[in-house]
């Protein structure tokens, strides 16, 4: 089993669609929590930034986590074509920085 | 300000060479971590370096070594390069351990 997991996509919605990207991870000692989104031939932008459990909001981009049921989760509102992108979640103890990054998921959203 | 700069962006090499990929963090920040990105994968933790000492290291082999100078840039470098090597290295600078990790948009490299 793999330390994050997350949904497998792609993902193709209409603009103006609620999306919602969800990871679940294994390992307990999980504390920090990000999500990234990668353009096609660029590095991993952040996103989101938490730390341990609920919610955080920034625009269109709410992130939550449930440490309970290890469980993260981002949503995006007003989704527009240039959020088409693939999303990565990643997490880390605090221990080091040491990043362990979901698969990542393409999202495409139609004009 | 600059973000995290990597060079060169593309390289292609082939089998049993070495390669050093470069990189400049953003200013300050005094944390330096290598990934490596297979294609349809996420990032995989290579190393990370902190006032020039290793702190971290992740499951590849010993043919991957890396370093950090003075000046917080680093390199990293990989010997006897195999096919499986071909991949996006990302490098990610942040202030601190526990503060958000910043990446650069990679070295391509492509192994022939």
């Known amino acids: 089993q793999k330390e994050v997991e997350q949904d497998p996509g792609p993902l193709s919605v209409p603009e103006g669609a609620i999306v919602s990207l969800n990871c679940t991870y294994s390992?307990?000692?999980?504390?920090?929590f990000m999500w990234y989104r990668q353009y096609s031939r660029k590095g991993p932008e952040l996103l989101m930034y938490?730390?341990?459990?609920g919610n955080k909001e920034d625009g269109r981009f709410t992130a939550q986590v449930d440490k309970s049921s290890k469980y993260i989760s981002l949503f995006i509102r007003d989704s527009q074509p240039s959020d088409s992108a693939t999303y990565l979640c990643a997490t880390h103890t605090g221990a080091n920085s040491k990043l362990t990054f979901g698969k990542g998921i393409t999202l495409s959203v139609r004009p | 300000d600059a973000g995290v700069t990597q060079s060169p962006t593309h390289l292609i090499k082939t089998r049993g060479q070495h390669v050093t990929l470069r990189c400049s963090p953003i200013s300050g920040h005094k944390s330096v971590s290598w990934y490596q990105q297979v294609l349809g994968q996420g990032p995989q933790f290579i190393f990370q370096y902190y006032e020039k000492e290793e702190r971290g290291r992740g499951n590849f082999p010993d043919r991957f070594s890396a370093r950090q100078f003075p000046n917080y840039s680093s390199e990293l470098n990989v010997n006897a390069l195999l096919l499986g090597d071909s991949a996006l290295y990302l490098c990610?600078?942040?202030?601190?351990?526990?503060?958000?990790?910043?990446f650069g948009d990679g070295t391509r490299l492509s192994i022939l």
């Open positions: 990610a600078s942040s202030s601190d351990r526990n503060q958000p990790q910043h």
């Open positions: 390992n307990s000692a999980f504390q920090y």
């Open positions: 938490t730390y341990s459990s």
